[in-house]
């Protein structure tokens, strides 16, 4: 593997890995002052990473003069996570003490590029000294040295031979009296969702170029868990020295990533009630202090300038799970690590181990082809359909100049409508909004009401498409209870023929009027709609991928609870 000296300058270094802990406001607040004035004006991306046992592996070597002639590729034991990572973080204050640095360590990719993925800690120019590679803190201190080499090898999981000396019968009977030194550590997961996260960053600064580039931040979450046997000590499974070393490596590798890391000291990461507390009042603070600041720095358009991202990797359930909970009012991306062990198993990054996805398409039940519906699902759609080619030849109707409508109307000096010039002035944005009715099973009974958004300069405010289409349906019958409404189909259209048609699931963005497909209900609408709910939960919400209505997406409102 290709290996890079440790970077030194701008604050970067092995110096820079004994800063732990949450950022607190006083601190915040000095370094802001600090930053140059332009770094206010950046939007921010944010990236949450669980830190879990899958994120360390080492590099075993043997003990003595040719201690790198055989080495092994490893994992701490659950119980022996954080004393290892302790050693590998002492022998770097070793190393810096020293005047050396570990060098930083490459490993290729399936696709031929090779990512930074951990260091190397040997020191080469000092053959034979104490430096060469980390030595175990808790290594047994009793017995002969037979038995305390066994102790020793014990802690780790070897790749291909296990967790017992018994089971390593190939390694040769030298290695019993030998003791193991951590020659190399790698952090495979974070090593390959980063430069992902740099691909998404990337993207997303393609579609609104004028913008700076973003500040970007990282929050490393570590903790510990009681184990099994009561009378052993939680923090030997903790991933906070795991979290310092990552700290350290991103600081080196990647000095345009602030690095935040907050670890639950106090609190399990097993049960779901410790992990719930723990994220609210550690984990969130330092996510809405990042908030104030792009409100301070972008008013009412922060949301539009600050992306954060879960990483979804490995760890307990009931940490994962608070975690995604917490951050929903921010409606995260999230990037998914679904292959935990390629370098384990075959010593390369894979970048088709991590997958991106977006808030909106992970929330929404995936779309299914109009072909595919049944019953009252299938008729509210083709009611949608017919009422969109409704809209559209009004629309086009000064454009085409066709029909004896169009012609006594602009022979007379009017206007085909008024859609952009008064009913649509303020936003140009069209929604449309089809209510399903039905009293009875008999399929026959369906009855169809449709709505659409007006929205005019005037104090009174704008009407929904949604609510627009209910006031007609109870205009039109005063007996229609909450418990007669089925559904509802939401679709958004350009004023602009020529507009564009975008799949905003999909993350697609133009130039120009835009139609705003898949469109959920407001906050106003959705409060009505749940009261509608309460009576028939199984009421159903219609969005389309676009203005085709090929693709449709169907969500129960229990969905948006």
Known sequence: MHRRKLLTAAGVGVGAFAIGGVVHSEQETRKLKRLPSNVHNQPIELLVHNISHSDLLVELGEEGPERRSRTYLARPIFNKFQPTSEAILAHMKQLHATGQSPTVINAPSKYQIRYPIGFDLSTP?????????????????????????????????????GSKLWDRSSLGTEIGNTFPRVMNVYLPLIATVIPEWHRVIKRRAARDPDKPPPKKVLILVSGAGQPRNPQADPNDNSTEGTGKIMRFFIEAVYPDIEVQHISS?????????????????????VIDRQRALALHTFG?????????TLCLADGPPARISALNTSLRSYRPDYLHVWRLKTFWDERVVSEEDVEFHTFHTLEMRPPMHRSQLTGDMRTLVEEMIKYRRQFEAVRDLAKTQHGSLASDILAGGGEAHELGTFWLRKTRKVVMAVLLTKKSDDPNSAVFWRGMNVEV????????AERNAIGNALAGDQTICRKHIHGVAVLSMTLDSSGHVVDTAAGGEEAGEVALNPLDPCGACMEWLKKIGEVNPDFRIVTFANSSCDQVYIRPIGDYS
């Open 457 to 464: 300069s005037m104090p009174t405010g704008t009407l929904c």
């Open 125 to 161: 120019n000092a053959p034979g000294s104490d430096l060469d590679g980390a030595a175990l803190l808790d290594a047994p201190a009793e017995g002969s040295d037979q038995e305390r080499a066994h102790a020793a090898w014990d802690l780790f999981h070897l790749k291909g031979i």
């Open 300 to 308: 009412e358009s922060w949301p539009d300038n600050l992306h954060v």
């Open 265 to 285: 000291t106090s609190l399990g990461i097993f049960r779901y009630d410790d992990n719930v507390r723990f994220v609210k009042e550690a984990v969130l603070p």
